[in-house]
Each structure stands twice: as structure tokens, then as C-alpha cells.
């Protein structure tokens, strides 16, 4: 079965960098989209990044446009979150999920699968 498992949190100051990954198995993902989304303490589950994996076509959240950037490498069966001048506000379980779709999704009752999540936290 698919299994979606993230790594890369931590801790880190505000105007710090991390890089998620997301090792994705069980499956063929051509077709798919792969997302990244968040969730902090008593707020919603928000989209933050997607992916296509055949074309690498990617979107964003305008909260984290030209900070964050997500990538794929087909050859690792890996998706990629890169966050750049990191900042409080983005402090907050971060989760990988994939879904079989022709444009990319950006809602979470729209992606089937997900990982367990992983935490970052910005301090400031």
C-alpha cells in the first residue's frame, strides 16, 4: 500500500532554513500530486506546496511564495520541501500527502494518502 513517510523537522531560529522530505512507496506516482500541508495547535490543516510528479509543475500558498520552494526526484521516490527565512508563524506539523490528479489539489479532503506529519518550530 502507498506509505508516505516525512523526515527534516526540527527546531530552528527565525530566518533559519530546513528541508523536508517525504520517501514515498507502494505504488507508481505518475499521475499523481504531492503535497505538503501544516497544522498548528487549534487551526485547520492548510496547503502549503504541491508537486505534480510527471511534470513538476508546482503551487503555493502565498504565505510561503518565494521562501519555500518543493521539488521531487523521481529516482529516490522522494518529494522535497525546502523553507527558506523561516518565521514563527510557520511553526507547525508539517505533512506530506499524494493523490491521482490531472491539476494539483489544495484542499486536504482531496489527497487520499499522508504521512504522520513531522514538527518544525521556529523560535524567534
Known amino acids: 500500500q502507498v506509505q508516505l513517510v516525512e523526515s527534516g523537522g526540527g527546531l530552528v531560529q527565525a530566518g533559519g532554513s530546513l528541508r523536508l522530505s517525504c520517501a514515498a512507496s507502494g505504488r507508481t506516482f505518475s499521475g499523481y500530486a504531492m503535497g505538503w500541508f501544516r497544522q498548528s495547535p487549534g487551526k485547520e490543516r492548510e496547503f502549503v506546496a504541491a508537486?505534480?510528479?510527471?511534470?513538476?509543475?508546482?503551487y503555493y500558498a502565498d504565505s510561503v511564495k518565494g521562501r519555500f520552494t518543493v521539488s521531487r526526484d523521481i529516482a529516490k521516490n522522494t518529494v522535497y520541501l525546502r523553507m527558506n527565512s523561516l518565521k514563527p508563524e510557520d511553526t507547525a506539523v508539517y505533512f506530506c500527502?499524494?493523490?491521482?490528479?490531472?491539476?494539483?489539489?489544495?484542499?486536504?479532503?482531496?489527497?487520499?494518502?499522508w504521512g504522520q506529519g513531522t514538527q518544525v518550530t521556529v523560535s524567534s
Open positions: 508537486v505534480t510528479w510527471s511534470g513538476g509543475n508546482t
Open positions: 500527502a499524494a493523490e491521482s490528479a490531472q491539476t494539483i489539489p489544495t484542499y486536504s479532503y482531496q489527497y487520499t494518502y
